[in-house]
């Protein structure tokens, strides 16, 4: 790859979120000079919001930097298998395999938030009190923030991924992997396991499930380092 080409960066978020939650990081990579988008997708279906990135793609320059956080770790597994994609960073994420689900994944290592959880209306509501599992390193201020703009995803959404064995980008892509040691929402030790088994480049962070808003740097600096790796591998 040419090393003047710079990498548009597409952020994909997890669920009780959307785009905004990449605000803190946004800024400085696009000061960087790259192109950079946050789709919004609804957490209706994970085919939908695959489908919703792939739509993105089509409106942004390649080569494309990929960026999940938690369930947008299953929705970059998917999507970067597109040929316009050059590596794939990972936060406090996801990542199954052909035949696994995100729910297969967690039930391996469970974790608190899923107590301060309520299902009504066919989706699956954080409680206010959730907001100690997700963002618990964040001021009281900011987290009551979080609760405020949090969106629910349909209940089943982590029994909807069947990826087959030709769709798992991250065994063809070169993966970076922001671990929060002190997440309650994707046990830390599932974190472990999915960056080891993808052989990602790891950085370990002491944060909540969301390094991006009370680490940025940290995120940001795993960003930057990906986007020299893919810009002269």
Request: hydrophobic share 45%.
């Amino acid at each position: 790859m040419s090393t003047q080409a710079k990498p548009t960066i597409v952020f994909c978020h997890g669920i009780w979120a959307d785009g905004s939650c990449f605000s803190k990081v946004i800024p400085a990579l696009q000061a960087d000079g790259h192109e950079v988008i946050a789709v919004q997708y609804g957490l209706d279906s994970f085919e939908e919001d695959v489908a919703t990135v792939k739509r993105t793609l089509n409106r942004v320059g390649s080569p494309v930097l990929l960026v999940g956080h938690s369930y947008g770790g299953a929705i970059i597994t998917a999507a970067g298998v597109d040929k316009r994609v050059a590596g794939l960073v990972y936060i406090a994420a996801v990542a199954p395999d052909a035949g696994e689900t995100v729910q297969n994944q967690l039930d391996k290592y469970p974790s608190d938030i899923f107590t301060r959880v309520e299902v009504a209306d066919g989706r699956a509501w954080m409680l206010p009190n959730g907001t100690e599992f997700f963002a618990g390193d964040l001021s009281e201020e900011d987290q009551k923030l979080v609760w405020a703009t949090h969106y629910a995803p349909v209940f089943d959404l982590f029994h909807q991924q069947k990826l087959s064995a030709d769709n798992i980008a991250w065994k063809s892509k070169p993966s970076w992997y922001v671990l929060a040691t002190q997440d309650h929402t994707v046990h830390p030790d599932l974190q472990r396991w999915v960056s080891k088994r993808m052989g990602a480049t790891v950085t370990e962070v002491a944060s909540s499930h969301v390094p991006m808003l009370s680490h940025p740097n940290v995120v940001i600096n795993v960003i930057r380092k990906a986007v020299a790796a893919v810009q002269n591998g």
